[in-house]
């Protein structure tokens, strides 16, 4: 069965950030690389007791641009930058982790963005993101004990989200259920019909109702 799925990135309707192919796009990402990460120098040089903190935040920032740029290797680098600079422990250092691990799957190492997801969802527990592409992640290596965890964990925190379903269905139709599957993905046409997600859930509905009738 050849399914449709939506790997590695944010959603936008997610983050409110897209990337884009055009060299407009490419400029102004680029340029707001150069903005936070000359911020996040200063921020460091200033002294002042939560300096590295802030300069870390700006970096984060540096590199959700980057991603959202495509410059892949600028983002792991800024990304790196934000977690060596001293966030503490919680919300905002793991969702950093998150992103650094999205930064990871879009370069396809897929281990080392494992042990980023793993710390994201230690620190970020409520974040249904997380856990859906934690989800996904399980389901490309091959884990999918692992991948049915957390996808129903991310259906939990998030039951109106057209990319968890459609993840939760992708699962399902490979771990053999396929009435579990073609539940998912109508839910996920039901609750966003012309987004990605509600698309690609369609298609596999109309795969999954050929081959029925080819058997």
């Known amino acids: 069965f050849f399914f449709q799925a939506e790997d590695g990135i944010r959603d936008?309707?997610?983050?409110?950030?897209?990337?884009c192919a055009l060299p407009i796009?490419?400029?102004r990402w680029t340029a707001a690389v150069v903005?936070?990460?000359q911020a996040a120098d200063e921020a460091e040089r200033s002294g002042t007791p939560d300096s590295a903190a802030n300069s870390a935040r700006l970096l984060a920032q540096a590199g959700n641009a980057a991603l959202a740029g495509n410059d892949l290797a600028k983002a792991r680098a800024d990304f790196d930058g934000a977690l060596a600079r001293g966030l503490p422990d919680g919300l905002e250092k793991g969702e950093v982790f998150?992103?650094?691990a999205r930064t990871l799957v879009a370069l396809n190492e897929l281990s080392a963005a494992r042990d980023d997801l793993d710390v994201a969802i230690d620190m970020?527990?409520?974040?249904p993101l997380a856990w859906l592409l934690s989800a996904t992640l399980a389901r490309r290596m091959n884990a999918l004990n692992l991948a049915q965890r957390h996808i129903a964990q991310a259906v939990k925190l998030s039951p109106d989200d057209a990319s968890v379903a459609l993840e939760e269905g992708n699962i399902a139709i490979l771990s053999g259920?396929?009435?579990v599957a073609k539940l998912a993905w109508q839910r996920a046409v039901q609750l966003s019909p012309e987004s990605d997600a509600g698309k690609s859930a369609a298609a596999n509905l109309a795969t999954l109702a050929g081959q029925k009738t080819v058997e």
């Open 177 to 179: 259920t396929d009435d």
């Open 124 to 127: 970020v527990p409520q974040d």
């Open 12 to 19: 936008t309707s997610v983050t409110g950030v897209q990337t």
């Open 98 to 100: 998150l992103d650094r």
């Open 25 to 27: 796009c490419q400029e």
């Open 35 to 37: 903005a936070f990460e």
